[in-house]
Structure formats: C-alpha cells, structure tokens
C-alpha cells in the first residue's frame, strides 16, 4: 500500500510541477515572490508531514490495507478527482488560442454545473488521499486545500457572474447542485 500512495503522491506532483505550468496558454503573468515563497513552504511542510506519516508512524500499511474499504473508496476518489481537475484544466486551455489572452465562458465537462471544476477536482483529490491514508497529516490536507480553495472558488463564481451576464445562473461555485 506504501508503493501505491507513493506513486499516487508523485503522478500528482510530477504532473502538477513540470508538465502543468509548460502547457499554459496566453499572457505570461508574475507571481509575487511572497505568493511563491508560502506556496513552496507550503508543499515542503505538507510534503514531509504526509511521507513521514506515511513512511515512519504509520508503522506500515500491511497488504490488507489494499482491500480495505477506506482505502478502495479513497484511491477511487483520488482517481476521479484527478481525472476531473485534469479534464478541467484542459478545457481550460483549449478555451484560448496561443495568441489569445481573455476569458470565456464554456459548459463542457464539470463546468456544466460548477465555475471551479479544477477546484473541485483537487478537493477531491485529497479528500481520497485523506480517506486511503487514514491519517492525521492526510486529513489536514484536505481539510488545508478546502479552506485555501473554496473562497477562491466563491470568488471567481462571483466574478463570473458579474463579468458575464448570461453566465448560467444555476451553475454552482463548487459543488454540483449544493453551492
């Protein structure tokens, strides 16, 4: 089971750090190196708290861990939010042309029903990984990436609707039918 959140932690990473930020499209923009600098702490923290969870006071996942059902759900949503932030992301980036710089408004995939479907994919996300871990560190990064994500969801879904107005009034900021 160690092997299995291992690879789920670095396919997450790897794509997240050096195939995601080289296929953006449109207008380079700066990050503020105090945006930069906490995100990087941030991940560190975050990084070290889960593998040495993982690795060190787990005591060992046993094989069992595999057919358990938290980790079988957990691995699942893991897997489908992955799959939804991924398929958002590339919607995303399929909106713009190379040469292009706005914003649009689209209803393919998850943005049918929610204006963050990349927020809500990465919620659910760690959600699983908080689910399969059944740990400590595990539930505190999920419950980080809510607290981080869900205002900027609000957010943009307000300003969405202010800046577009035939953005589909039932659409939601985050959770399909809910909110």
């Given amino acids: 089971a160690t092997i299995v959140f291992l690879v789920m932690w ?8 050096f195939i995601y930020p080289f296929s953006l ?57 992955y799959a939804i932030n991924r398929q958002a992301d590339g919607i995303l980036r399929s909106l713009r042309r190379p040469d292009e710089s706005g914003y649009k408004v689209t209803s393919r995939g998850f943005y049918r029903w929610v204006s963050c479907p990349n927020y809500l994919g990465e919620v659910v996300i760690w959600l699983g990984w908080a689910l399969a871990t059944w740990s400590l560190s595990g539930l505190a990064f999920a419950v980080w990436t809510i607290a981080n994500l869900v205002p900027r969801a609000r957010a943009n879904h307000g300003w969405y609707r202010k800046t577009f107005p035939d953005y589909p009034a039932e659409r939601k900021a985050l959770v399909p039918g809910v909110w």
């Fill in 25 to 81: 499209r449109g207008r380079e923009r700066r990050m503020p190196l105090a945006v930069v600098s906490f995100g990087l702490l941030f991940n560190v923290m975050n990084g070290y708290l889960n593998g040495r969870y993982i690795s060190v006071f787990s005591g060992g996942y046993p094989n069992e861990w595999l057919t358990d059902p938290r980790f079988i759900i957990g691995v699942t949503l893991f897997i489908a939010g």
């Fill in 10 to 17: 670095e396919v997450h990473y790897l794509h997240r750090a």
